[in-house]
Nanobody, 120 residues
Framework: QVQLVESGGGLVQPGGSLTLSCAAS????????MGWYRQAPGKERELVTK???????KYADSVKGRFAISRGNADNTVTLRMNNLKPEDTAVYYC??????????????WGQGTLVTVSS
């Protein structure tokens, strides 16, 4: 019913920047939250940032001041701007959305993941 498609991952040198994007499609009425999580090799998935609209905006301590989440030009998109990237930011990044469907049902939906590698 709902699909998230991510783009923008890749290889970047330490200190560089990268922007990830995520677009939702399907029978969507509205969004309760949008965010990004990441999973590094051998580690559990962790929160990067999450905007619960009208309630809270959270960032992991490790990315504060370097990463920024924003709504895209289209209401169904979210971007993650990542600056001053460090090798420890290397991970698969997952888009997350908390969606209200046209039917009235709630769905938590994940993107397929996009790999970000920070290396010289």
């Amino acid at each position: 019913q709902v699909q998230l498609v991510e783009s923008g991952g890749g290889l970047v040198q330490p200190g560089g920047s990268l922007t990830l994007s995520c677009a939702a499609s399907g029978s969507i009425r509205s969004f309760n939250a949008m965010g990004w999580y990441r999973q590094a090799p051998g580690k559990e998935r962790e929160l990067v940032t999450k905007n619960t609209f009208g309630i809270s905006l959270k960032y992991a301590d490790s990315v504060k001041g370097r990463f920024a989440i924003s709504r895209g030009n289209a209401d169904n998109t979210v971007t993650l701007r990542m600056n001053n990237l460090k090798p420890e930011d290397t991970a698969v990044y997952y888009c997350y959305m908390d969606i209200v469907l046209i039917s009235g049902e709630y769905r938590e939906v994940w993107g397929q993941g996009t790999l970000v590698t920070v290396s010289s």
